[in-house]
């Protein structure tokens, strides 16, 4: 950039010289004008000749005025050249100033030159030297390429052991699936012979209702019983837990609940067996009236009769079987006129959880 400086101002300054130099070509013009000046004069003298007679010669003053003329006119030329000299000699030394210029100017471009080489062979040894570490680079990068390829073929080698692997890992785990489908298969099948067998060799307990029975008491009162009878079903025995029998008169013939009613046990047995396996037993019916439980009148049994009052009567019994497995049976009736006839039938009654067997 300092050399492209230096050249413009060369440029200029040589430019500038030239133009100063071109003004003596002016000094000719004044030898023209005196050429022209001293035609003019002869032209006229020659038609003042024409013009006037003839005249004797001249006088000697008029030759000596010819004579003193020209020494001026020589004198002007030599000023002129020496004038024209001194331009050539500025401008000479305008060429030389001009030179040194250019020389230093060399001289600048010849260090810069040498500045910017150093800079090069600089530059030079540093690519030297990275084409050395590129070759190095390159080496390693081939031996790096080589380890590389080594490691992809053990790869691949183990990528073909992996994938005989899994697929050995997903045939033993399909075998496992099946087996344990298998394995399944059978408990569930096992399970449904036990349960079968269980089934067929569990006890069942049922209970079962006769008539109602008003027996008199005494003229104002009146008993109403009833008998039930307990039936076990089955090859094994029964383990009674718990039971409980209720019997109610209301006026209603929704189901009532058993708080506050008397109630008695159904079996008073503790193991129900195959040599003993049916119970007859009877209860009695009491009459709920406020939060005291009486019993039956005349006009309660003829309220019976005439459809204006029912007799319920439930309960539940709770066992076990031989084998550990615990059982309900449940039970919930009402007395209910037949239609046909002149007596009536029990008629199951209430929620869905009040008659089942487990």
């Known amino acids: 950039?300092?050399?492209?400086?230096?050249?413009?101002?060369?440029?200029?300054?040589?430019?500038?010289?030239?133009?100063?130099?071109?003004?003596?070509?002016?000094?000719?013009e004044?030898?023209?004008?005196?050429?022209?000046?001293?035609?003019?004069?002869?032209?006229?003298?020659?038609?003042?000749?024409?013009?006037?007679?003839?005249?004797?010669?001249?006088?000697?003053?008029?030759?000596n005025q010819r004579f003193s003329a020209g020494p001026k006119a020589s004198t002007g030329k030599a000023s002129n050249d020496a004038d024209i000299q001194g331009k050539l000699v500025t401008f000479t030394e305008l060429l030389v100033v001009v030179g040194?210029?250019?020389?230093?100017?060399?001289?600048?471009?010849?260090?810069?030159?040498?500045?910017?080489?150093?800079?090069?062979a600089r530059q030079a040894h540093?690519?030297?030297?990275?084409?050395?570490?590129?070759?190095?680079?390159?080496?390693?990068?081939?031996?790096q390429a080589g380890h590389m390829e080594g490691q992809l073929v053990q790869m691949s080698v183990q990528s073909g052991i992996l994938q005989e692997s899994?697929?050995?890992?997903?045939?033993?785990?399909?075998?496992?699936?099946?087996?344990?489908?298998?394995?399944?298969?059978s408990a569930d099948a096992t399970r449904d012979s036990v349960e079968i067998f269980v089934s067929k060799e569990r006890p069942w307990l049922r209970i079962t209702l006769d008539d109602w029975k008003a027996i008199p008491h005494n003229d104002e009162t009146r008993f109403i019983v009833m008998t039930f009878h307990l039936q076990r079903f089955g090859a094994t025995d029964a383990l009674i837990v718990n039971s409980y029998i209720y019997g109610m008169l209301?006026?209603?013939i929704d189901s009532p609940s058993a708080t506050g009613v008397l109630g008695q046990s159904?079996?008073?047995?503790?193991?129900?067996?195959s040599a003993d396996p049916a119970e007859t037993r009877m209860?009695?019916?009491?009459?709920?009236?406020?939060?005291?439980d009486e019993s039956p009148t005349p006009q309660d049994v003829d309220d019976i009769y005439a459809g204006k009052k029912t007799v319920h009567v439930w309960g539940a019994i709770n066992y076990k079987d031989v084998f550990g497995r615990e059982h309900w049976t449940k039970f919930r009736y009402r007395w209910v006129l037949n239609p046909f006839g002149s007596n009536g039938y029990w008629e199951k009654c209430g929620k869905p959880e009040d008659n089942r067997e487990t």
Request: with cysteine; proline share 4%; net charge positive.
């Open 1 to 28: 950039m300092h050399l492209c400086y230096n050249f413009v101002a060369m440029r200029w300054l040589i430019i500038a010289v030239i133009i100063f130099a071109q003004q003596p070509a002016k000094a000719p």
């Open 30 to 63: 004044v030898k023209r004008a005196d050429g022209e000046a001293a035609q003019v004069s002869r032209q006229t003298d020659r038609t003042n000749s024409n013009e006037q007679p003839a005249q004797p010669a001249p006088s000697p003053s008029g030759d």
């Open 100 to 120: 040194f210029l250019q020389f230093f100017a060399l001289i600048g471009q010849v260090v810069i030159y040498c500045r910017q080489a150093k800079i090069m």
């Open 126 to 143: 540093e690519m030297k030297r990275s084409r050395s570490y590129m070759r190095l680079q390159w080496k390693a990068m081939g031996v």
């Open 166 to 185: 899994v697929r050995v890992a997903r045939d033993a785990a399909k075998a496992a699936q099946d087996g344990a489908n298998a394995a399944k298969e």
């Open 250 to 252: 209301t006026d209603s």
């Open 266 to 273: 159904i079996t008073m047995k503790t193991i129900i067996t």
């Open 283 to 292: 209860t009695w019916v009491s009459k709920r009236e406020g939060e005291w």
